[in-house]
C-alpha cells in the first residue's frame, strides 16, 4: 500500500513551498529537474524570480513580488487551480498547472504556501493521484513534512551571538566576511555555525538558513 509521500511523488512533476514574504522554504528534487536550479541556490530567493510563471492567454506576468497567494493567512482560503507559462531547465517553454495545499505554520499563524506542479494545464489532483498508482517513483528526498517541520524551542537555545551569526549567513554571507564583521576570529565563527546547526538539528548551513527562513527568525 503506497504511502501518501509515494503518492505525492509519483502525481507531481515537482513541489515547493514559500512563507509569508514569497522567500522560497522547500524545493524538491522534482523542481530541481524540471528549472536546473539545486535546492542551495533557490532556498530564500524570492518566489517570482525563480519561476518567472506567465499568464497562459495573454503572456502578461503572473508571478510577482506583491503575489497574493504568497500572503494568505490561516483566516484564507486556498485559490483554486491556476496554470501559467514557464521555461524548463533548457529554456524551452513549458505549461504548468499548479495546486496550492496550505500548511499550518506554528509561529506566526500563516500558511506555509506549498505549490504543487503539474506539465499538464489544468491537472485536477485527485485525478492525477488516481493516475499515479503504477507509476515509476522519482528518487526522492527527504519528506516534505520534515523537511518544513514545525516551531520548536530549537529557536530559544540559540545564544545572541549564534543568532546573529545566523542571521549573517540568511544573508548570504561566508564564514569569513562575517568574522570580519563581528570582529572575531575565523574559528570562532565556525564554531558558532556548528552550533547553531546542532542546536536547530540540521546538518547544513543551507538547511540552517532555510529552517530561519521558515521560522520567520529573518529580521
Known amino acids: 500500500m503506497p504511502t501518501l509521500e509515494d503518492i505525492l511523488y509519483k502525481t507531481v512533476d515537482g513541489v515547493f513551498a514559500v512563507d509569508g514574504k514569497q522567500r522560497i522554504i522547500f524545493w524538491d528534487p522534482g523542481c530541481e529537474e524540471l528549472f536546473d536550479r539545486s535546492s ?3 532556498l530564500g530567493r524570492p518566489c517570482h524570480e525563480v519561476i518567472c510563471g506567465r499568464n497562459r492567454i495573454n ?4 508571478c510577482k513580488p506583491d503575489c497574493p497567494v504568497a500572503k494568505l493567512s490561516q483566516r484564507d482560503k486556498a485559490p483554486n487551480n491556476f496554470s501559467i507559462k514557464t521555461k524548463d531547465g533548457e529554456g524551452k517553454p513549458i505549461d504548468l498547472s499548479v495546486n496550492i495545499v496550505l500548511i ?3 509561529c506566526k499563524k500563516k500558511w506555509i504556501v506549498t505549490h504543487l506542479l503539474h506539465r499538464f494545464a489544468n491537472q485536477d489532483v485527485l485525478t492525477a493521484i488516481d493516475s499515479a498508482f503504477g ?18 524551542q530549537h529557536v530559544d537555545r540559540l545564544s545572541p551571538r549564534e543568532k546573529e551569526v545566523l542571521q549573517l549567513m540568511t544573508e548570504g554571507l561566508s564564514s569569513t566576511v562575517i568574522a570580519k564583521r563581528l570582529g572575531i576570529s575565523h574559528v570562532t565563527i565556525r564554531n558558532h555555525i556548528q552550533h547553531i546547526q546542532n542546536k536547530l538539528n540540521v546538518h547544513s548551513q543551507v538547511e540552517a538558513v ?3 527562513y521558515r521560522h520567520n527568525l529573518v529580521h
Do not use: I
Open 40 to 42: 542551495h541556490w533557490v
Open 59 to 62: 503572456s502578461t506576468e503572473f
Open 104 to 106: 499550518p505554520s506554528f
Open 135 to 152: 507509476q515509476t517513483k522519482r528518487p526522492k528526498a527527504r519528506s516534505l513534512a520534515t523537511s518544513l517541520g514545525q516551531c520548536s
Open 210 to 212: 532555510a529552517y530561519a
